[in-house]
């Protein structure tokens, strides 16, 4: 069964495949920003520090989103099948956060003191915005903000390039080198699995606002990471 809106013959993950393309100018500039940075070895290891949180709070937005979908599976066939999607994408991403930590130390950075940081405001507003779509529209929508973050991965020739020009440790890379993998896999089964869901035009538009905001929001992210302020005048 392919889903689409009532009266449309466009399939979901067209219409929100669409939609981030849209969407996604500022991104990719921020990206594209990042990974050509002149002082990519100084960048690096901030993008790191935000990198963690995040990923740590998308698994536990996870978990809300799986609550919440088994919650209201009785009664509505779009979380039924949420449940099984999101039980077996909670497994597949464990252990994640744990990947960027190991990033940090291959940098010579404190694994543990990032565990016990408050994540940067910029982080929590993204996480956040995660458990106010899940719990006041639909836990569908988190989809949405999968299809952005895992739905466009790196590139193993930027990361290849970026890494070779700064010179930093290769393991500091490896969560990058897995993901440009990994993610080109769970971002054609995120819109393969959508295909199958009985989406209302309300379900839909849920997808397509988190998104919006997902991409800004991790633009100003990546901006900020980036933002290292003017070059250092050399000591005299």
């Known amino acids: 069964m392919t889903s689409t809106t009532k009266g ?21 500039r921020a990206c594209e920003t990042f990974w050509g940075h002149a002082r990519f070895a100084e960048v690096f290891p901030r993008h790191c520090d935000m990198l963690y949180p995040m990923v740590f709070g998308s698994l536990r937005a996870m978990d809300y989103a799986l609550a919440r979908a088994t919650a209201l599976a009785p009664t509505c066939p779009v979380a039924e099948a949420l449940v099984p999607f999101l039980t077996r994408h909670i497994r597949e991403e464990s252990g994640h956060d744990e990947w960027v930590l190991e ?24 996480i956040g915005s995660q458990y106010y779509w899940v719990d006041v529209g ?12 895992e739905g466009t991965p790196s590139r193993v020739e930027e990361i290849d390039a970026a890494r ?3 010179g930093l440790p290769r393991a500091a890379f490896e969560t990058f080198y897995r993901h440009a993998v ?6 054609a089964e995120i819109y393969a699995m959508l295909d199958t869901l009985p989406l209302s035009t309300e379900h839909q538009m849920l997808l397509g606002l988190n998104a919006i905001g997902a991409v800004d ?9 980036c ?5 250092r005048s050399p000591v005299t």
């Open 227 to 231: 933002d290292l302020g003017p070059a």
């Open 8 to 28: 449309s013959p466009v399939p979901a993950s067209t219409r929100l495949r669409s939609t981030i393309a849209i969407s996604s100018s500022r991104y990719w």
């Open 182 to 187: 990994i993610d080109q896999r769970h971002g």
């Open 138 to 149: 639909h836990p569908v929508a988190i989809v949405g903000f999968f299809a952005v973050v």
């Open 217 to 225: 929001q991790m633009a100003g992210l990546v901006e900020r990471v």
């Open 103 to 126: 990033s940090v130390a291959a940098l010579g950075g404190d694994p543990d003191a990032l565990r016990r940081a408050p994540p940067p405001p910029a982080v929590a507003a993204l």
């Open 164 to 166: 070779e020009r700064s």
